[in-house]
């Protein structure tokens, strides 16, 4: 067994497609940490963090049955660049212990796959090894965000994009580009990588 596995850090910005990039590599027998989906989950069973978060967000932030009101927070943190800094600064300690424990329960594995939309801007690279950036043109991830989220509005989707670091900047800290622009096969690319990821370890 390995000591240590090799930390692949997938990232993009809202409908670029990392989702299916990272479901392609946990086919390919690669563990996936979703830390976006963690993160909804450690905030609706921490009692320290939900207690922050009603204090700094108020009670309308979780509903009667105790799950989180996301549309309702969406709206506080997008409209709120001090708001939605706050909530970061509270979230990413937790999620950070949350991954070290993932971590260890995964330390067999040739390498492992940790996604985050906000991989970058968290800071949270520095501790990968590699940084996979999965890019695509604005429109199509505006596109794509419409089919899969029908209740999402095109103005709301590009406050979202606006608020993620541009793929240009993401790109001087990226060590692999994925390009999901439907120019180019997806498949091939990550299987490359795929190999390229095992020799490495």
């Known amino acids: 067994m390995r000591s240590k596995s090799l930390q692949i850090g997938i990232t993009g910005g809202i409908g670029s497609g990392k989702s299916i990039v990272c479901k392609m590599f946990s086919c390919l027998g690669a563990p996936v940490y979703d830390a976006d989906s963690r993160a909804k989950s450690i905030m609706t069973t921490d009692g320290i963090l939900i207690a922050q978060i009603k204090k700094e967000f108020g009670d309308l932030t979780y ?41 260890e329960q995964n330390q067999g594995a040739s390498y492992v796959v940790r996604e985050a939309a906000l991989l970058i801007e968290s800071g949270a690279y520095q501790r990968v090894d590699k940084v996979v950036l999965v890019t695509a043109p604005e429109e199509l991830r505006i596109k794509r965000v419409l089919a899969r989220d029908p209740h999402r509005l095109r103005e709301g989707i590009r406050k979202i994009i606006a608020t993620q670091l541009p793929d240009e900047e993401k790109k001087k800290v990226a060590d692999v580009v ?24």
């Open 63 to 103: 509903r009667s049955d105790g799950s989180l009101d996301r549309a309702y927070l969406s709206r506080v943190i997008f409209e709120n660049e001090e708001k939605r800094n706050l909530l970061n600064q509270m979230v990413h300690p937790r999620v950070a212990a949350d991954t070290e424990c993932w971590l």
């Open 178 to 201: 994925v390009y999901n622009d439907e120019t180019q096969l997806l498949v091939p690319q990550i299987l490359l990588l795929h190999n390229q990821f095992l020799k490495l370890n």
